[in-house]
T-cell receptor
């Protein structure tokens, strides 16, 4: 079993819709969770971090964490074509090692 | 510097040659990471440096790979006797202390082994 799993996609949503990206992880002691956005040919950049169960909102982005289910998600409201990218989920078990998923490719259709 | 700097941005080499990739982290960041990203794949952890501590080399795929970090700053990743399967983007990242934090990534080195 992979440590961090994501659906590779592509996930296609129309402009203005909500995009829902999901990630599951296997290490129960994981303590911090991150979503990175990676445009084609570019390096990853942090979108959201979340440490506690529940929702965390930042503008059009909401991260949701459920440690009991070992599940973290990212919602993007009012999706824009500029949101088209690969979204990487990363998990940290309280150490320095960040484990990344393979990413979900999002396409927002104009 | 303003961000993590990597060089070269692109490297084309012949199978069997050695290559050196350089990373200059953000000033003051004690944690430095090397990741590898193959086409369409996620980030594969290679090695981690934290200050003057011994590095975690657990992700290095073979003994052809080595890395060092001089003076707690600049790092060099060396791949000896390159193979075609080494072709990938090599990403360097740094963070202030290394735990619970955002990673700042460089723009990467695209390595192509012919």
């Amino acid at each position: 079993q992979k440590e961090v799993e994501q659906n590779s996609g592509p996930l296609s949503v129309p402009e203005g819709a909500i995009a829902s990206l999901n990630c599951t992880y296997s290490d129960r002691v994981s303590q911090s969770f991150f979503w990175y956005r990676q445009y084609s040919g570019k390096s990853p950049e942090l979108i959201m971090s979340i440490y506690s169960n529940g929702d965390k909102e930042d503008g059009r982005f909401t991260a949701q964490l459920n440690k009991a289910s070992q599940y973290v998600s990212l919602l993007i409201r009012d999706s824009q074509p500029s949101d088209s990218a690969t979204y990487l989920c990363a998990v940290n078990a309280g150490t320095y090692k960040y484990i990344f998923g393979t990413g979900t490719r999002l396409k927002v259709l104009a | 510097g303003a961000g993590v700097s990597q060089s070269p941005s692109n490297k084309v080499t012949e199978k069997g040659k050695d290559v050196e990739l350089r990373c200059d982290p953000i000033s003051g960041h004690t944690a430095l990471y090397w990741y590898r990203q193959s086409l369409g794949q996620g980030l594969e952890f290679l090695i981690y440096f934290q200050g003057n501590s011994a590095p975690d080399k657990s992700g290095l795929p073979s003994d052809r790979f080595s890395a060092e970090r001089t003076g707690g700053s600049v790092s060099t990743l060396t791949i000896q006797r390159t193979q075609q399967e080494d072709s990938a983007v090599y990403l360097c990242a740094s963070s202030p202390t290394g735990a619970y934090e955002k990673l700042f990534f460089g723009s990467g080195t695209q390595l192509s082994v012919l």
